[in-house]
């Protein structure tokens, strides 16, 4: 009974890292965007939607985002966040994946897919954004990697934000880093743990190479903002006056890691935000993280001539209302 517990304990918690819930479909605002001069075929990356339709048209000779979502989650999920970018003028991509699979095969084809979009393109910036299990990929992508040549050969400006990442370690998935158990419950504990989130439970445990061993961000990434959500006391759904669903999903001792704050590259950033208030979700807009995006230089400026339109979009985008 013990280790059912476990299993059900591990799939309650885990479950609980990102929404499944979509955003109200609305559609981007192209007369706020560059005209695109190229359409791209590159595995994994596409247009932050969940049409079928992954080609990805961009002007490649501005710079591109590239949206990592977390487990749980897809391209349209971050369909808001791409709305809000384009209404600044600055185009997106995400970047889909299978959530259960190595989340070290997972960065390693997103690293393929950053040397291919900048070898087929004129890019001059590339700023990978990343959220939750998203973040540790997105990092992780932006490493020296033995196994892969080093990021986009010509000059490209490369940027990395990364949010409410657990890169100490998912909590939730403690037991399942600890080996000594394994012998003990006749390998019960780490078949509980892959029944529960596939193979990617080898990488997410606080004793797992890929947590211990995060590797030193490649030479072209001129910088790296890592935001930290302070998510104690959030809730992301209230009935009748009471939380009937938290916000808070990993702690701030799963956020930290030393290895990667030293880097003089780095600047860390505390939000007090919900894990999913952060990003966004059809219920609330993501103006914490709107508003610390700007003041870092990654979002431009929102115009004051335009404030009242950007309300509106975020009213319609996030909260599904009407155009007043």
């Known amino acids: 009974m013990k280790h059912i517990a ?10 609980g890292c990102a929404s499944r819930e979509a955003l109200n479909p609305a559609d ?19 247009p932050c939607t969940d049409s079928p339709d992954r080609s990805l048209r961009l002007d490649s000779s501005q710079p591109v985002h590239i949206l990592v979502h977390g487990c749980f989650g897809s391209s349209g999920q971050f369909r808001g966040l791409a709305q809000v970018l384009a209404f600044h003028g600055q185009q997106t991509a995400c970047f889909t994946y299978d959530d259960r699979t190595r989340l ?12 291919q979009l900048a070898t087929l393109s004129r890019v001059p910036q590339i700023t990978v954004i990343g959220h939750s299990q998203g973040a540790l990929i997105a990092r992780r992508a932006m490493t020296e990697s033995p196994s892969l040549a080093p990021l986009p050969g010509r000059a490209v400006d490369m940027r990395l934000v990364t949010i409410s990442g657990p890169f100490a370690g998912i909590a939730a998935a403690r037991t399942c880093g600890k080996r000594w158990l394994y012998p003990l419950t006749l390998g019960f504990v780490p078949l509980s743990c892959y029944l529960a989130t596939g193979p990617k439970w080898a990488d997410i445990t606080f004793s797992s190479r890929f947590i ?31 939380c009937v669903e938290d916000d ?12 990667i704050e030293t880097d003089a590259r780095t600047t860390r950033v505390v939000v007090l935000a919900g894990h999913v208030e952060i990003v966004g979700d059809k219920r609330v807009a993501p103006k914490k993280l ?15 001539a335009s404030l009242p339109a950007f309300g509106s979009l975020l009213a319609r985008v996030y909260e599904g209302k009407a155009a007043q």
């Open 28 to 46: 981007l605002e192209p007369g706020r965007l560059p005209p695109p001069d190229v359409s791209l075929n590159i595995a994994g990356l596409g």
């Open 104 to 115: 070290a095969e997972v960065a390693e084809d997103l690293k393929q897919s950053l040397q």
């Open 248 to 259: 808070d999903i990993f702690s701030l001792d799963e956020q930290r890691q030393e290895q």
């Open 290 to 304: 709107i508003a610390l995006l700007q003041q870092q230089g990654v979002l431009r400026p929102t115009p004051a």
């Open 6 to 15: 476990i299993l059900i304990t591990l799939l309650g918690a885990l479950a």
């Open 212 to 242: 211990r061993e995060p590797g030193a961000l490649d030479r072209q990434v001129a910088h790296y903002l890592k935001i930290d959500t302070d998510e104690r006391g959030s809730c992301r759904r209230e009935e009748g006056g009471r």
